[in-house]
Every structure is written in C-alpha cells, then in structure tokens.
C-alpha cells in the first residue's frame, strides 16, 4: 500500500461511521467537495483565512484530496460499485473509473446550474 492509499483508508474508516442518509446527500457531498479540490487551497479565501503560506499548502491539497476520494467512497459503497482505498494506487485512474461509474448510472457531478431568472 501507498502512504496515500493508507491515508485515505483512514480516513475513509473514520468517515464510514458517519452513516449517509441517502443516495442524494452522499452525490452532494461528492459534488461539494469536488468543487472544493477544484478551488484548490487558495479558493474562497481559504488560505488567507487559515494563515498558510501559499508555500504550505501541500497539506491542504491532501487534504482536499483524501476529502473527495472519501466522498467517491462513500457513494460508491452506497451504490454497489466496487471500490476500496487499494483502489486508489493511482489517485487520478480511480477517480475517472469512478466518475465514468457514476455517469453510466445516470449520475452527474456537475453542479447543476442556477436557473437566472
């Protein structure tokens, strides 16, 4: 196992306790936090907010990260997709294989648009 892989085990066992209530909340959570590691650190203030040298925020860029793949977790455990953190050697494969999953199904992670009225 990667050093990656066992974090997000971690952190995917401690967020596995946190019961979703449906098959919506966990798609928004995917969609908020994919929004979030989009934004990346320095979005919305994030860094000015917390006082991290731009030089710092590697840990944050981990921790956006470990944040949506548990998200991807989640919703795919809720779903009946195959998937576990060993899944995740390479981040970005899994993620797509993921996404692509969720496509199939119907399911976009897009936000969806505001209607401007």
Do not use: K
């Not at 019961?19 to 919305?44: F, N, Y």
């Not at 990260?65 to 548990?70: P, Q, S, T």
């Amino acid at each position: 196992m990667s050093m990656y892989t066992e974090l997000l085990d971690a952190a995917y066992g401690q967020r596995r306790a946190c019961p979703v209530a449906s098959p919506d909340d966990a798609i928004e959570e995917v969609r908020r936090r994919r929004d979030e590691l989009e934004l990346g650190p320095m979005g919305a203030g994030r860094v000015d907010m917390l006082g991290v040298a731009a030089a710092d925020t590697v840990p944050l860029v981990l921790a956006l990260e470990l944040g949506y793949d548990v998200a991807l977790l989640r919703l795919a455990a809720m779903l009946g997709i195959d998937s576990d953190p060993s899944s995740f050697e390479l981040p970005t494969h899994e993620r797509l294989r993921l996404e692509d999953a969720f496509r199939t199904r119907g399911i976009s992670l897009e936000a969806p648009e505001l209607d401007a009225r």
